[in-house]
C-alpha cells in the first residue's frame, strides 16, 4: 500500500514538472531551459543589473561595464553605465552627436544592445550617407520617469556636447512618478524566475 502511493506521488511530481516545463517552453521558447537568460526576463528593479545614482534626481543607473543577459537579450554598457558601446566625452572633429533619452522602449529593453534602434540608425547613416561621422549615444534607462529623463539630460547628457537631444516620452514615461526627491533609497532584492 506504501509502495503503491509513493508511485502515485512520485507520478504526480512527475506529471507537474512536465506541466511546468512545457509552460515554460511554450511562454518564452527555448530560453525556458538557459537559467541566466530566463532569470534575465524580470524588471530592471529586480535584475540586479543597476545601481542607485549618486544624483538623487536620477534615482537610479544601470552598472557600468556589464555583459549580462536583460529580457532575454545581451545587455552591454559601457565603462558609464550607458546601454551603448564606448564613445569619448571629447567630441571628435566632424562629428554629428546625438544623444537619446527616454525610458525602456530607447533602451530597447528585449533588444540586444547592437540591435537597438539607435545602433542600427548610426550604423547605417555611418555608412550610406556623406555626411561628417555621427555617434548617437544612449542615455536611457527602463522606467525613467519625466524627472529622470530631465535629470539626465542636465546633468548627463550637456557635459557631452550633443548637437540635439532626442527626448523618447512614451505613455508609461509619462505615467511613472516618484514622490519627491526619494530618501533612504533603497533597491529591492534580485529576483530571479527560473527558481
Same mark, same amino acid.
Given at each position: 500500500m506504501?509502495?503503491?502511493?509513493?508511485?502515485?506521488?512520485?507520478?504526480?511530481?512527475?506529471?507537474?514538472?512536465?506541466?511546468?516545463?512545457?509552460?515554460?517552453?511554450?511562454?518564452?521558447? #527555448?530560453?525556458a531551459f538557459n537559467p541566466w537568460r530566463l532569470n534575465s526576463l524580470t524588471g530592471i528593479f529586480n535584475s540586479g543589473l543597476i545601481v542607485l545614482s549618486e544624483d538623487s534626481e536620477i534615482y537610479y543607473e544601470l552598472? =557600468?561595464?556589464?555583459?549580462?543577459?536583460f529580457k532575454g537579450a545581451r545587455l552591454r554598457t559601457s565603462s558609464?553605465? #550607458?546601454?551603448?558601446?564606448?564613445?569619448?566625452?571629447?567630441? =571628435?572633429?566632424? *562629428? #554629428?552627436?546625438? /544623444?537619446v533619452v527616454g525610458s525602456s522602449w530607447?533602451? /530597447?529593453?528585449?533588444v540586444s544592445t547592437?540591435?537597438?534602434?539607435?545602433?542600427?540608425?548610426?550604423?547605417?547613416?555611418n555608412r550610406d550617407l556623406a555626411l561628417p561621422n555621427i555617434e548617437i549615444i544612449n542615455f536611457a534607462v527602463e522606467y525613467y520617469s519625466l524627472r529622470e529623463l530631465v535629470a539626465i539630460a542636465k546633468k548627463k547628457v550637456l557635459p557631452?556636447? =550633443?548637437d540635439l537631444i532626442?527626448?523618447?516620452? *512614451?505613455?508609461t514615461t509619462a505615467s #511613472?512618478?516618484?514622490d519627491g526627491i526619494i530618501a533612504n533609497r533603497e533597491l529591492p532584492p534580485k529576483n530571479n524566475p527560473f527558481f
Open positions: 506504501v509502495k503503491n502511493f509513493l508511485k502515485v506521488c512520485l507520478f504526480a511530481v512527475l506529471c507537474f514538472l512536465i506541466v511546468e516545463q512545457s509552460y515554460r517552453v511554450y511562454s518564452v521558447g #527555448l530560453v552598472k =557600468p561595464n556589464l555583459d549580462n543577459y558609464i553605465g #550607458l546601454a551603448d558601446k564606448e564613445y569619448a566625452l571629447e567630441k =571628435p572633429e566632424d *562629428t #554629428l552627436r546625438i /544623444a530607447s533602451m /530597447a529593453s528585449g547592437d540591435r537597438s534602434y539607435h545602433a542600427i540608425l548610426e550604423e547605417r547613416l557631452w556636447e =550633443p532626442i527626448v523618447a516620452v *512614451t505613455f #511613472l512618478s516618484w
